[in-house]
């Protein structure tokens, strides 16, 4: 995890490395790089990674006053600028990306006509829930089932949802504003005392309506809120927003913001972990460094290592640490001490591909204002800080449709389709015994569910202009992430795997029809939609497959499921209370333990598995 080194402020003055008490300040405090003021005998619990799920726990976690707490981040706080909460600046925010996300590159993806792609993961204190475009939704009830099916006991829809509820204060929209744009909300399904702030569009561009009726008329029914475990049909988007001032509600704002305040509470940032101490195979605490010449600091957790890098780094801490796959650690001069092949494998994303056109007959009143009046969007601009009103607002995605396979394939197709789930991509057909495992499993359980119709397998979200995302949401592909060498600053290998199980390219094929015939609807075809990709000139099935292949992204910055819970001896990595497999003290929180990704934007699904993991590591620690 590559970084550059920020010195902080000492917010208070601190015992020296060697003098520190177990508690060391009046106030959480930001400890600097020279790190003069950790507790000398450590902390009850050490975190890596003050992303979303780092910050969720520890705060939970600190709550009661108890129990000692360090997180340690590699980025830093962001500036809270503009770029980060106005949710109207997420669409081109291109400056945002470069300051707080990984400079990290995939590699080359032979389906994709080995092109290489980026692998988007935040790189501040608040992680993905800084930089992500604010959809703030859920999956089916059948998404969270199957991680329960794959025997992770206690992780199905209905025992998430009081974590979903827990993590979220929801905010209904206005009466007015309700009725007249179709808003509803299952009062069941929401949370109305949790920290991150959740609600519904402020504002709505006239052609959106355009869309949700074009859906109904091509037989999607309308969902009045796909929170509640029903997320299948075409409904309105909630947003990670606080309604308040209409600015991002975020893991600083909701997790750190309430810790700080708190004795017992340190976040460290600006420093790399290299790995994880273990002493008989019992994680006792974390090394840690400034930068690559820098010596390295060791400091000890008493109860438990909490491991929060994210999917794309938390295999990257634990190859580095020992734990993993014994044919790669020994390929790069790293010993094995835990010989766990699941590590890194099992990546899952959202392939998309982005519909783009114009309409030739739009709404006076509509997206591309903002990009092409410079007065307008000026206008906007000076509204949105006036009032917390107008497209200023809204973030990306404004609505979706989420379908079943049995509406995206014609009904023949289907059954052949179904049939092929249990051929193995290549990246589980070579792995190692327990990986091909788990994969048969997950296979023959999503195969059986889609057959339920328990499932949807695609995405297709828009705002108001001539375009839209479709996005496969059940990918048969898996990719994997390893190392490339025993450093820490080295980037981690990033293979997306995309498209190597022939079902995802027939499915992603049929969508683009779905998609293309949604344009042809009344409620569309009124605005003369005129679409340059993808082709229009692509009509077969051979062409449509080429046209995928060229404008296919491997990722909707969804990365998950790199350090799957589960059985050992299916490939997981981690048990259904989150703690690594052959190894004590040491859990990981973040969103690589879902074992399949779930059909939806993932920020509130990884907060609803921290604040699990926060319930877990209390009930096991005495604390409930």
Same mark, same amino acid.
């Given at each position: ?11 208070s ?54 129990k ?44 994709l ?57 929801f ?35 006239p ?90 600091? =060791? ?17 990257q ?41 114009s ?5 006076a ?15 906007q ?9 107008g497209?200023?607002?809204? +973030?990306?995605? +404004? ?46 359980? @999503? ?10 397998a ?48 027939a ?10 015939? @949604? ?79 779930p059909?939806? =934007? ?5 907060y ?17």
């Amino acid at each position: 995890m590559p970084i550059s080194t920020r010195v902080l402020l000492l917010l208070s003055a601190l015992s020296s490395l060697g003098h520190a008490s177990p508690i060391v300040a009046q106030t959480a405090q930001l400890v600097g790089r020279d790190v003069p003021a950790l507790n000398s005998d450590g902390y009850d619990y050490v975190i890596i990674g003050g992303g979303t799920s780092g910050l969720t726990v520890a705060n939970r976690l600190t709550e009661d006053g108890t129990k000692t707490v360090l997180v340690i981040e590699s980025g830093k706080l962001d500036d809270q600028e503009p770029g980060v909460l106005v949710p109207g600046y997420v669409v081109n925010n291109d400056d945002l990306g470069s300051k707080y996300v990984y400079n990290l590159s995939s590699t080359p993806q032979q389906h994709l006509g080995n092109r290489t792609y980026g692998v988007y993961a935040g790189h501040v204190v608040g992680g993905g829930s800084a930089v992500n475009g604010l959809v703030f939704d859920r999956g089916t009830a059948g998404d969270y089932d199957l991680w329960e099916a794959l025997g992770n006991r206690g992780w199905g829809w209905h025992d998430l949802l009081p974590f979903f509820k827990k993590s979220e204060t929801f905010t209904p929209q206005k009466q007015e504003l309700a009725e007249q744009y179709g808003f509803a909300y299952d009062v069941h399904a929401h949370g109305f005392d949790g920290p991150v702030q959740s609600s519904m569009p402020g504002y709505v561009w006239p052609g959106t309506l355009d869309f949700f009726e074009a859906w109904q008329q091509m037989g999607v029914d309308y969902t009045p809120d796909g929170t509640n475990g029903s997320a299948r049909g075409v409904f309105w988007f909630q947003a990670s927003v606080d309604p308040r001032k209409y600015t991002r509600s975020y893991a600083r704002t909701a997790h750190y913001d309430a810790a700080k305040k708190r004795a017992n509470f340190h976040l460290l940032t600006g420093q790399t972990v290299t790995k994880i101490v273990l002493q008989n195979k019992k994680a006792t605490g974390v090394m840690f460094v400034a930068n690559a010449t820098a010596a390295a600091t =060791h400091v000890r957790a008493r109860r438990e290592v909490i491991l929060a890098a994210g999917a794309v780094h938390s295999p990257q801490v634990l190859q580095l640490s020992g734990i993993g796959a014994n044919a790669l650690l020994s390929s790069i001069g790293v010993k094995t001490l835990v010989d766990l092949p699941g590590v890194g494998e099992n990546l899952q994303d959202h392939p998309s591909l982005y519909f783009r056109g114009s309409f030739t007959n739009d709404h006076a009143l509509n997206p591309t204002n903002l990009t092409t009046n410079a007065t307008f969007a000026a206008e906007q601009l000076a509204r949105y800080y006036a009032s917390a009103s107008g497209p200023y607002t809204l +973030a990306r995605g +404004a609505g979706g449709a989420f379908l079943p396979l049995s509406q995206i394939l014609p009904a023949a197709a289907l059954p052949g389709l179904l049939a092929s789930f249990t051929t193995p991509p290549p990246a589980a057909a070579a792995a190692a015994a327990a990986v091909r495992a788990g994969y048969q499993r997950q296979a023959h359980l @999503l195969r059986a569910f889609h057959a339920a119709n328990r499932l949807t397998a695609s995405e297709s979200s828009f705002v108001a202009d001539c375009g839209l995302a479709q996005s496969l949401q059940k990918p048969l592909s898996r990719g994997r992430i390893t190392l490339a060498s025993a450093s820490p600053f080295a980037a981690p290998v990033v293979d997306y795997g995309v498209l190597s199980h022939p079902a995802d390219l027939a499915v992603l094929v049929a969508l683009t029809r779905v998609n293309r015939a @949604l344009f042809t609807q009344p409620a569309l075809a009124k605005l003369g939609p005129k679409l340059t990709l993808p082709d229009p000139e692509a009509v077969t099935d051979r062409q449509l497959e080429e046209v995928v292949r060229e404008n296919l992204q491997p990722s909707m910055a969804h990365p998950c499921c790199t350090t799957p819970m589960g059985r050992r001896g299916e490939g997981a990595v981690v048990d259904g209370r989150l703690r690594v497999h052959g190894v004590r003290g040491l859990r990981v929180v973040d969103a690589g333990v879902m074992p399949l990704v779930p059909a939806t =934007h993932l920020s509130a699904s990884v907060y609803a598995v921290a604040e699990k993991a926060a319930h877990m590591i209390m009930e096991d620690a005495g604390g409930y």
